[in-house]
Antibody, heavy 122, light 110 residues
Framework: QVQPQESGPGLVKPSETLSLTCDVSGHSISSGYYWGWIRQPPGKGLEWIGSIYHSGSTYYNPSLKSRVSISVDTSKNQVSLKVSSVTAADTAVYYC???????????????WGQGTMVAVSS | QSALTQPASVSGSPGQSITISCTGTSSDVGTYNLVSWYQQHPGKAPKFIIYEANKRPSGVSNRFSGSKSGNTASLTISGLQAEDEADYYCCSYAGSSTLVFGGGTKLTVL
């Protein structure tokens, strides 16, 4: 079965860059679905960060676009997220998730990773 | 691109039906039938329960149903059960391959 697994540092200093990876097992990222990153600050709601296709085509939340970069490595079957110039407001659980419909961004994420908590603090 | 508006909380007794609204604008919910709903229990990842406004993924109970009218989408849970107590989020396509989530609704089963 498809299993995404997020990983990365649990603590990042303010103004630095947050870097996470999502390793996918049981499914080839090249099979034609968009993969999204979604985050959830403690006690708050979900926020879409962006989505990527295996070709490298990416779409970002306009409010985060200037600080976010999402990439894909098909040889490693993983997607990655970078958020630059982080502040305390970037403290959140970060999830990667797979769209259910091929080749399109629709917000219909059928498979989610367990999430990884990232705290921004000095 | 503002978050979709959901009530902060709703409640119902076992066996009853409840409805959670998700209000957007003509730029998202009002134009596209691409609204999804997620159920999230504490400390867990969201679970996919409705897509394209009213479609249920395989394996999701038929007690969950979705609808849309104008700029508002709705999730109805019938025959409320204790296990339905969770947070619920809507998500809509907002054009140009962007997405927007709602603020979330906490469902309490009395």
């Amino acid at each position: 079965q498809v299993q995404p697994q997020e990983s990365g540092p649990g603590l990042v200093k303010p103004s630095e860059t947050l870097s996470l990876t999502c390793d996918v097992s049981g499914h080839s990222i090249s099979s034609g679905y968009y993969w999204g990153w979604i985050r959830q600050p403690p006690g708050k709601g979900l926020e879409w960060i962006g989505s990527i296709y295996h070709s490298g085509s990416t779409y970002y939340n306009p409010s985060l676009k200037s600080r976010v970069s999402i990439s894909v490595d098909t040889s490693k079957n993983q997607v990655s997220l970078k958020v630059s110039s982080v502040t305390a407001a970037d403290t959140a659980v970060y999830y990667c998730a797979k769209e259910t419909t091929p080749s399109t961004v629709r917000g219909a994420f059928d498979i989610w990773g367990q999430g990884t908590m990232v705290a921004v603090s000095s | 691109q503002s978050a979709l508006t959901q009530p902060a909380s709703v409640s119902g007794s076992p066996g009853q039906s409840i409805t959670i609204s998700c209000t957007g604008t003509s730029s998202d919910v009002g134009t596209y039938n691409l609204v999804s709903w997620y159920q999230q229990h504490p400390g867990k990842a969201p679970k996919f329960i409705i897509y394209e406004a009213n479609k249920r993924p395989s394996g999701v109970s038929n007690r969950f149903s979705g609808s849309k009218s104008g700029n508002t989408a709705s999730l109805t849970i019938s025959g409320l059960q204790a296990e339905d107590e969770a947070d619920y989020y809507c998500c809509s396509y907002a054009g140009s391959s962007t997405l927007v989530f709602g603020g979330g609704t906490k469902l309490t089963v009395l």
